[in-house]
């Protein structure tokens, strides 16, 4: 097939105008399954070019910037494959749960009134809700899709400029998303959101600038064949890592992340947090790992270091938490810092688990994140102070979230386990073979977080699940199977990857091999 990556990437954008046509005039339904089977192609053609080794494709833009391409190889396709398998299975699991917002939304913004003995009553006419709810699942539907092109776009890129249209493409309809759909004081965490993201995003092409500028070409095939400048290799580094971290949330940078993944509507926050944040790894492999590794040997056990604070404070923090998303949230701050802590390893099977890390991380708290939805329609609380016992009125929920929860605390046999084993593995390698007491102390402190994450996890799962079912909660029921599907999905995929871990580790070992020159 021809042009794979170029439908893979642009036939979400092209086609999001339909989603919202579709919505607008025929509802939620038909733009749920439009949307759904559009990203399942896309899905599918995609695992069907990476099942084929490497693959790449070029096509003509401008002398001033380079060549346009998309390259799948070891590094981009797990982040791709994770990313469409993700949105696809969201655009399911968005139905009832965007339909209840929406419905609260035109309560809250449209049919307030206050009757004659000072009573307010919500008056709630069918035919306009009807209208309204129709014409937002159109808008969300295809800021969906935007969101997903953007993202996918970025991890396929092969020249810098490429990289950073990309990388912001993404941020603008997840801002919308926040701001139109969100909890709380919306628009305001929405522009705080819009705030650090850019200006992080304006930094790293500060970094990109340097680069190109300094090679001649922003294209990154001449990135690595060229010999460039140290300080600017110095400059641009900084500028790289300090973007990067912004869109990572690692500690000093974590600052919007708890209130944007808080507020943002459940399947966006499913998106944001697996997924979105973790494509600034994906940018340290790309942008330092593999085009600076000079500069990447003298600051990876910086690297090391930023990741063990940043696994203790998320940790930490996630255990002090009475809401629900919000401690997932904290909780994926501390799944960034593995990722930085197993990059800074400077070892082959630290950097692959890394890479094993973001699948696990993207299919566990995906669920977690998830079960966090239907709970919110079923129960209509995020507060564990209101929570307890649901398991016997949710089996299906506990069962996903438990298995999200076992992925995340890296528990055989979901696809945690082997990431985070590489991880620990890759870091007492690097630290005998150098006989480096820093990194020593390092990977015995990451073995502690280890033990802090699954303090939370577990305390997470006693509040919601398990102990005593308050009394007003005896009806609680379970969620629609627009939404149960979707987490049987992805607890099925994390025990299946968990089982076999070379579905994406026959991908991940032979490229970073060849960056670290094993």
Known sequence: MDFVLLQAVFLPLLLSPVAYLIGRNYGPTHATWFTFGLLLYCTVILI?????????????????????????????????????????????????????KFEELFKEHYHQNTTTDGQTTAVVDSAALKTYVNRQSGLYFAMFLVFAMGMLGTVLSTNLIEFYIFFEVMLIPSFFLVAFYGDGNRRRIALQFLFWTHVGAVVLLLGFLAIGLSVGSFDFVDIVEAEIDPDILVVSAVAIILGLGVKLAAFVFHVWLPYAHGAAPTPISALLSPAMIGIGAYGLFRLIVEFLPQTYGDISIMLNIWGVVTMFYGGAMALMQDDFKRMLAYSSISQMGYLLFAIGSFSTYGLAGAEMMYISHGLGKGLLFMTAGVIIVQVGTRSFKKLGGLASKMPITAVCAVIGGLTIMGIPPTSGFMGEWMVFYGAL????????????????????????????ILWMLKRVFFGKLPENLQNVKEGSWYMLAPMMVLAGFTIVVGIYPDVFLGKIMPYMQGVMGV
Do not use: Q
Not at 50 to 65: R, V
Not at 72 to 79: E, H, R, V
Not at 93 to 99: A, D
Not at 432 to 450: P, W, Y
């Open 48 to 100: 069907s070019a990476a099942l084929g080794g490497t693959y790449e494709e070029h096509y003509p833009w401008t002398t001033m910037f380079g060549e346009f391409g998309f390259l799948l190889d070891g590094l981009a396709t797990p982040f791709a494959i994770i990313i469409y398998v993700l949105c696809t299975v969201l655009a399911l699991y968005s139905k009832p749960y965007m339909v209840h």
């Open 429 to 456: 390698e690097t630290a005998v073979s150098e006989g480096n007491d820093i990194r020593s102390l390092m990977f015995a402190l990451g073995l502690i977080a280890t033990a802090l994450t699954m303090s939370y």
